[in-house]
């Protein structure tokens, strides 16, 4: 899965009772270039399962990045759980179903000893559990996306299935926290939770959509222009929640520029406002919420490894 400006990949399986061959298989990723595990946004739903995978990857040195979602207490629900559910007529995801899980995870990385990473954080008590641990000690870290913090679940009124995502759109306490979140540095950084999907799977019913957003191609661009034309961040600072800090979550070289070091970049052009229209999209993935939402922030140029992958 993508996080930030890094990819991380996803690593096999861990398997209760096997612990011989779990670490066995763990070493052998390890070896092989992995930095993180991952369940690939489907909660572990055995604690002590769990447990395990955070013990054997703090073992290598890896890290366990959490999607954090009670599947039971979800029940099918596709949005929050509040006004807009009710009066869409959809079914709603109570908050706690992410939070239960948050709770979870930091529990067992504060009784282990070990360190855990928070996926795509949405709600304002999950900030807040992540804030409480942080002062507490526990060896957690955490992410959002720019959709947490520039839209509410007021967007799916209009039963666009491009609005559906996983977690869902929270309310406007929940993205207020989320900024606050990332201007106090309990969320450590911010990340795309890029997932693009065919036309078709959501050009049908909300209830039968695929969840997720294409969010590589706007995702500077919103967190530039809600954050720092908002006044909430400098562009350092941005670029330390879009880059350093994912890199160092991950212990990966890169997030700085310097003399030998990783040469990845991007050029963007801070000055220039477009309209964004996934049609222009280098992605297969369209579905986008933003389309036609004016931004700033252009990025014009990636380098990966000293080579240009992209030029507008």
């Known amino acids: ?3 930030g400006l890094c990819k991380v990949h996803p690593v096999g399986a861990i398997t209760e009772g096997q612990e011989g061959k779990n670490l066995a298989a763990i070493g052998a990723m390890k070896a092989a270039g992995a930095v993180a595990l991952s369940e690939d946004g489907k909660t572990v739903v055995n604690t002590k399962l769990m447990a395990n995978a955070m013990q054997y990857a703090s073992d ?12 039971a207490l979800v029940d099918g629900g596709v949005v929050n759980e509040g006004y807009h559910s009710t009066l869409t007529g959809l079914k709603g995801s109570l908050r706690a179903a992410e939070d239960i899980v948050i709770a979870r995870e930091i529990c067992l990385a504060e009784s282990l000893g070990v360190p855990v990473h928070i996926c ?14 942080k002062k507490r000690g526990v060896q957690v870290t955490a992410e959002t996306c720019p959709h947490y913090f520039t839209l509410t679940d007021e967007a799916i009124v209009g039963f666009d299935t491009d609005t559906k995502v996983n977690p869902p759109l929270r309310e406007e306490k929940d993205r207020l926290a989320i900024i ?14 890029h997932a693009p999907h065919h036309y078709d799977d959501k050009n049908v019913e909300y209830d039968m959509a695929a969840f997720g957003i294409s969010g590589i191609e706007t995702s500077f661009a919103l967190s530039y222009t809600q954050l720092v034309q908002g006044g ?6 941005l670029v330390e929640k879009m880059s350093a800090a994912p890199a160092r979550i991950l212990g990966l070289e890169g997030g700085a520029i310097e003399e030998g070091g990783v040469a990845d970049l991007t050029i963007v052009d801070l000055n220039e406002e477009w309209k964004i229209d996934p049609a222009l999209f280098e992605s297969k993935g369209k ?9 700033r922030g252009r990025v014009k140029m990636t380098v990966v490894d000293g ?3 992209y030029k507008e």
Do not use: M, W
């Not at 795509?120 to 641990?133: E, F, K, P, W």
């Not at 979140?181 to 911010?190: A, K, P, S, Y």
């Not at 579905?287 to 931004?295: H, L, Q, S």
């Open 287 to 295: 579905n986008t919420p933003f389309k036609g939402r004016t931004v």
């Open 232 to 237: 909430v961040f400098t562009v350092e600072q």
């Open 180 to 193: 606050e979140g990332l201007r106090d540095g309990t969320l450590d950084c911010i990340v795309t939770d």
């Open 1 to 3: 899965r993508e996080v």
């Open 120 to 133: 795509h954080v949405s709600t304002y008590s999950g900030v807040q559990l992540i804030r409480d641990a």
């Open 60 to 71: 290598f040195g890896l890290i366990c990045l959490c999607h954090c979602e009670d599947h």
């Open 307 to 309: 080579e240009i992958k």
